[in-house]
């Protein structure tokens, strides 16, 4: 399991390259309305009380190498990156040192979660959830979430479904060839399991040759319903869902949902 979500080493330093078809100027944009929509937290850089700055905290779980940190950073939330990946956080920095931003990026492993104090908001996105692999420690992911979450907080987040693994990425091989990087990704679903195992291979350009690396990842497929009952075991409350790729209801054939729960016992009922 460890070795799982360790997985993004040599992936890192190509990363944004082959991610540049992710819509995640589409998903900051989604966030910030469902803040705006059903939490607390408020993009705003003025002097603040300190409960109001805890408030206003947006924590990024899963940041990878901070893309859509920055995004959200410069829509003017306080932000806060967590990613187990030393090189995909070392990308992060990089670029956070680059533009001058004053983003705080943390190491850690989300099912061990330690913030300051509280936050308004933690989303977490690009199917992060999936890499853990047991629902007890999703439930522990969970609840370490709520713990931190402001009175009236939120959590954001998308999942896939069982239902794409099983019925439309699942055993495939995905390929792509570029100038300077090219990769296979061959996906292998084991239903009882309900575990998707991809061998990534990357071929990078490195002068007149290729360099090649591999790395194996596994994800696991969760059902919507699943997914809500683990938040309610957490102590949370489901407060809107929706299809991620549709933007309408979710269903039986709903590859991405995107979720917005809340913490409940202090702000939430």
């Not at 913030?115 to 959830?129: F, K, W």
């Not at 994800?219 to 319903?225: F, I, V």
Request: net charge negative; aromatic share 12%.
């Amino acid at each position: 399991m460890g070795t799982n979500m360790e997985a993004y080493n040599d992936f890192a330093e190509v990363y944004d390259e082959l991610m540049d078809n992710v819509p995640y100027a589409q998903w900051c944009e989604r966030i910030d309305a469902l803040i705006q929509e059903y939490g607390v937290s408020r993009p705003k850089r003025t002097a603040k009380e300190p409960l109001e700055e805890e408030r206003d905290l947006v924590v990024d779980l899963g940041c990878g190498t901070g893309t859509l940190t920055e995004l959200m950073y410069q829509k003017g939330y306080d932000m806060i990156g967590v990613d187990l990946s030393e090189a995909m956080l070392n990308a992060a920095m990089e670029k956070r040192q680059a533009r001058g931003e004053d983003i705080l990026y943390l190491q850690q492993d989300m099912r061990e979660l330690e913030l300051y104090g509280t936050v308004g908001t933690v989303y977490s996105m690009c199917d992060s959830l999936n890499y853990i692999l047991e629902e007890e420690e999703l439930a522990q992911v969970f609840s370490l979430v709520n713990n931190y979450l402001f009175p009236g907080g939120i959590f954001i987040f998308d999942f896939n479904t069982d239902y794409k693994y099983r019925h439309v990425i699942g055993d495939t091989t995905i390929a792509e060839n570029r100038d300077d990087v090219s990769f296979i990704w061959e996906n292998f679903y084991d239903p009882q399991r309900r575990i998707n195992e991809y061998e990534l291979t990357v071929f990078v350009r490195e002068g007149e040759r290729f360099r090649k690396f591999s790395e194996t990842h596994y994800q696991r497929g969760y059902t919507p319903e699943e997914m809500t009952a683990l938040l309610e075991k957490a102590g949370m409350a489901l407060l809107f869902s929706m299809d991620a790729d549709t933007a309408g209801p979710v269903t039986a054939q709903t590859q991405r949902v995107c979720v917005v729960a809340g913490e409940r016992g202090k702000g939430n009922g």
